[in-house]
């Protein structure tokens, strides 16, 4: 039986090493699925680490070091305890969250809650709310990295999500499973609004279900920037607004529909949302590893904070599927480095996702980046 781990879990360095390197499946651990395909942290699961829950990545048994292993707890404790192992060194004691209590209900037209929304990280309810793209099926437009069609072919969600059934499930989550913050996004449609019309529905459907729940948005900038006060005066707290990749050359390579939209329109859109939403609640993911230089997203980190948007920083992880499945994740060095970077212009600016009121930011579990926000 392993000691007791001697280590403080919890800090920067470990999680992005972590998430750079995963969790080995197969082997012994603990109960509970991750997430596969879709749309969101795909081939992952929760873990909880000193008080912080990550999303890590699942890797086929044996290639990682890190495993998450049950023994029986020693002393007057009764039970099991899970540890996190390097090799076989225990590093920390981790919670794994159980299945929620709302994934056993069905809605008032018999469609199961979780293809409705799913927990995301511990307490953190998402749903996909139109779960295509006008892209996703063209090749040569297509997102490299994206999997929103996965869930919808095998059966795990529905191809659109009425405002309706969210508001039902939502008040289910945070009744039964303490849900604090929802966020909503969406694959992109062939419309002007590029899906902000049908989040607003669903976020005034949840507002008036559930009044005190924090919700995020998200999707592509409109055409008319209008929507932004629509999905305010709707019930949306925040907005996401995704980058992703920077660099010209690798937005043409690895999102080349998406990459139609300037960089310069989303820097238009982000300053109309951050006028609505108000500094620090309107966010954007950057994706370490799609082909971008550290020193590029760093760039484009300081001017989105000079802003006020909260630049959510992530390591690319490859979704089995996609184009872009045998792609490395980022060494951990690497998001080590872009984490201190990207931490101290937020420390700078004063602005950390704490005071975020809902999102991806706020929630934290698919980046280390909170972490690294207070070390000085």
Known sequence: MPPEPSLQPGTGPLLAELQALGLSAGDQAAPGAGRRGGAGPSDHRAVSIDGTTVMVPMRTGGSSPFRLRVIPRQGVESGERTVLMRGDEPIADVGVPATPRFYAL????????????????RR??????????????????????CAIGTSLAEGRTLARKTPAQLAEVAEAAVRLDGVVQLVLTTGTPATPDRGAAHLSACAAAVRRAVPTLPIQ?????????GW???????????????LEAVEPAVRSAVMPGKADVP??????AFAAAVGVFGRGNVSTYLIAGLGDRVDSLVAVAERLVAIGVYPFVVPFVPIAGTPMANRETPPAEV???LYTDVAAILRRHSLFSAETKAGCAKCGACSALASYEAAS
């Open 106 to 121: 069905t809605t008032a037209d018999g469609i199961p809650y979780p293809k409705i929304a799913l927990l995301h990280a």
């Open 124 to 145: 953190v309810l998402a749903s996909t709310v139109m779960q295509s793209c006008v892209r996703y099926n063209d090749p040569a437009r297509a997102c490299q990295f």
């Open 217 to 225: 948005v998200q999707c592509e900038p409109p055409d008319d920037f």
């Open 228 to 242: 932004f006060a629509r999905l305010k005066a709707a019930g949306a707290d925040a907005l996401g607004m995704h």
């Open 263 to 268: 960089i310069e329109h989303y820097f238009q």
């Open 335 to 337: 998001m080590h480095r």
